[in-house]
């Protein structure tokens, strides 16, 4: 069973222990003064997205966080064959799968890449199992696009389509800022940032790849023994586990 959109900011209600409604007839004043939910993660609101500017200020902070990739395979590929049109459904899709799953966990949707999203758990919404919660994430977002699939590549055209997604997951301490100076971007950066990148990278379509510090935390949802795989960037095999 899937967790219900909250009704209050859980940034807030975390943070300042201020139940600011986000939904139902509550809400509407708030409304008024465009306090409504984020669109980085709508089970917080506006007045969390003005605190990032707090984070902004202090240029960077470190937090314990479960960073999420998911990449669309195919979609370079078919992008060169199909209609620009059959393209852009089969993005929106893959986006609103990920969105979806990612809010209902309670994750930062923090980059859109593409055909890769971001995802990062912890922050603004503290979450003790976030590991977890981003796993479970994952796992929608796969049972998801798989229930779609034949619909998919039927609307696209192509038959025997190579379509599907593959996820990366790492947890630890990750910085969280605003970084650069001609373009400043907020978003989290680290080695947590880059193996979860490089686990998405190495799995297969339809694949879930954990570090072992994510299957440490979320117990039994992950188990065997795993697989060493050579990640780009890193002089070690880190080993791998299919979730």
């Known amino acids: 069973m899937t967790p219900e959109p909250a009704t209050i900011c859980l940034g807030c209600w975390q943070q300042l222990h201020l139940p600011v409604p986000l939904r139902g007839p509550l809400s509407v004043p708030f409304r008024l003064f465009g306090i409504r939910p984020s669109r980085m993660n709508p089970n917080t609101c506006t007045i969390c ?14 937090i314990d966080a479960t960073v999420m990739f998911a990449d669309l395979r195919g979609y370079t590929a078919l992008s060169q064959s199909i209609e620009r049109q059959e393209m852009m459904s089969l993005l929106d899709t893959f986006y609103d799968d990920c969105s979806a799953a990612i809010w209902r966990y309670d994750g930062l949707l923090n980059k859109t890449l593409g055909d890769a999203v971001l995802a990062i758990f912890n922050f603004p ?89 994510v299957r440490d935390r979320v117990g039994d949802m992950v188990s065997g023994d795993g697989n060493n795989y050579a990640l780009k960037g890193f002089e070690q095999p880190v080993r791998l586990f299919s979730a």
């Open 125 to 213: 919404v503290k979450q003790s199992d976030h590991a977890a919660q981003a796993l479970l994430a994952a796992r929608e977002i796969q049972h998801s696009f798989r229930e779609k699939h034949d619909q998919l590549v039927q609307a696209i055209g192509v038959k025997n389509a190579d379509i599907g997604i593959g996820i990366g997951i790492d947890c630890g301490q990750t910085n969280f800022g605003e970084f650069g100076h001609a373009h400043r971007d907020l978003t989290a950066i680290g080695t947590v940032v880059n193996r979860a990148a490089r686990a998405q990278a190495a799995a297969k379509a339809g694949e879930i790849l954990v570090t072992g510090a």
């Open 49 to 62: 997205e003005m605190a990032f500017t707090r984070v902004m200020k202090a240029r960077a902070v470190t």
